[in-house]
């Protein structure tokens, strides 16, 4: 069972936020991509991950990307 599948059993209270950040896998990025230090890349290999974050009543996923340098500096 997935991590996100997995929280969407608890209860949530309307308020709670509940993040959950998937691994970093490498990708190939074609069209150009804002990191998650504001630097955009593209035509390059990249990590990506999706976070999803649950605040109760609806799931806000999102995709970030990042170079190597900033994924081992987080």
Known sequence: MH????LKMLHLEVGDVVAVEHD?????VLLPHRTITNHWVWLKKVYCRRVWVYTGFADEPETQ?????EVLTQ
């Open 24 to 28: 970093w896998v490498q990708t190939f």
């Open 3 to 6: 991590r996100h599948n997995f």
């Open 65 to 69: 990307y990042a170079t190597l340098f």
